[in-house]
C-alpha cells in the first residue's frame, strides 16, 4: 500500500521569506502523480501544484514550486515571498496514475506565517 | 455553477443514532468520492463510485454505506453511530476524463457524535 509522510507538523516563517515543506512517500508503481492541497480555516481544499512522476521538470505555480525527487521519494513544497494568506494547513498526497482519484494524503502541515 | 454540495454543515448525533449525509454535483461527473478527516490528521477514503450503479470500498469504509442511483448524487450513510466516526466529512467529484481529471471538493460536513 502506498504511504505519504510529512515529518513537520508545524512550520513558521517570516511574511515575504521562504519555507519549504516536506513530503515523502512510499509506492512501487512508477505512473503516479503527486499533489500540494491547502487547507484554510475556512476547510476548503484547495490544489496548489500537482507532479506527474513520468514528468522530470519541477512543477512551478507563481510563487509555489516543487522539489520532485523520484528516486529518494521525495516531493517538497516550496514557497517564495510568503504572504498572511498563505497560512493554512498543507497536505502533501498521492494518486495512482490510472483510474479514480483515489489520493493517500500525509498528515499535514500547519504552516504560520508570522507579520 | 454550484459544484459539490453537501448537506448538512454540521450535525450532532447520539451514539447508535443513523443519519445519511447528503451529496450531490452538478458538473455531470462520473467519479464521486467520500473522505474522512480527524483531527488534526489528512483526509482518509471512504467510498468512491464511478458511475451510477458503481461504488467501491476506500481505505476506511467500516461502519459506512454509500448508494450511486444517480449520476448526481451519492449519499453516505452512518447506521449506528459511533464516536470513532466523529469526524468532518468531504465528498469530491472529478469527471473522469482523459489522463488527469480534477478533483472538486465540497466544504465538508463536521459531524460529532456524543
Known amino acids: 500500500a502506498q504511504t505519504v509522510t510529512q515529518s513537520q507538523p508545524e512550520m513558521s516563517v517570516q511574511e515575504a521569506e521562504t519555507v519549504t515543506l516536506s513530503c515523502t512517500y512510499d509506492t512501487s508503481e512508477s505512473d503516479y502523480y503527486l499533489f500540494w492541497y491547502k487547507q484554510p480555516p475556512s476547510r476548503q481544499m484547495i490544489l496548489v501544484i500537482r507532479q506527474e512522476a513520468y514528468k522530470q521538470q519541477n512543477a512551478t505555480e507563481n510563487r509555489f514550486s516543487v522539489n520532485f525527487q523520484k528516486a529518494a521519494k521525495s516531493f517538497s513544497l516550496k514557497i517564495s515571498d510568503s504572504q498572511l494568506g498563505d497560512a493554512a494547513m498543507y497536505f502533501c498526497?498521492?494518486?495512482?496514475?490510472?483510474?479514480?482519484?483515489?489520493?493517500?494524503f500525509g498528515q499535514g502541515t500547519r504552516l504560520t506565517i508570522n507579520p | 455553477n454550484a459544484g459539490v454540495t453537501q448537506t448538512p454543515k454540521f450535525r450532532i448525533l447520539k451514539i447508535g443514532q443513523s443519519m445519511t449525509l447528503q451529496c450531490t454535483q452538478d458538473?455531470?461527473?462520473?467519479?464521486m468520492y467520500w473522505y474522512r478527516q480527524d483531527p488534526g490528521m489528512g483526509l482518509k477514503l471512504i467510498y468512491y463510485?464511478?458511475?451510477?450503479?458503481?461504488?467501491d470500498k476506500g481505505e476506511v469504509p467500516n461502519g459506512y454505506n454509500v448508494s450511486r442511483s444517480t449520476t448526481e448524487d451519492f449519499p453516505l450513510r452512518l447506521e449506528l453511530a459511533a464516536p470513532s466516526q466523529t469526524s468532518v466529512y468531504f465528498c469530491a467529484s472529478s469527471s473522469g476524463q482523459g489522463r488527469y481529471s480534477p478533483l472538486h471538493f465540497g466544504n465538508g460536513t463536521r459531524l460529532t457524535v456524543t
Open positions: 498526497a498521492y494518486r495512482r496514475g490510472q483510474g479514480a482519484q483515489k489520493l493517500v
Open positions: 458538473m455531470n461527473h462520473n467519479y
Open positions: 463510485s464511478v458511475g451510477a450503479g458503481i461504488t
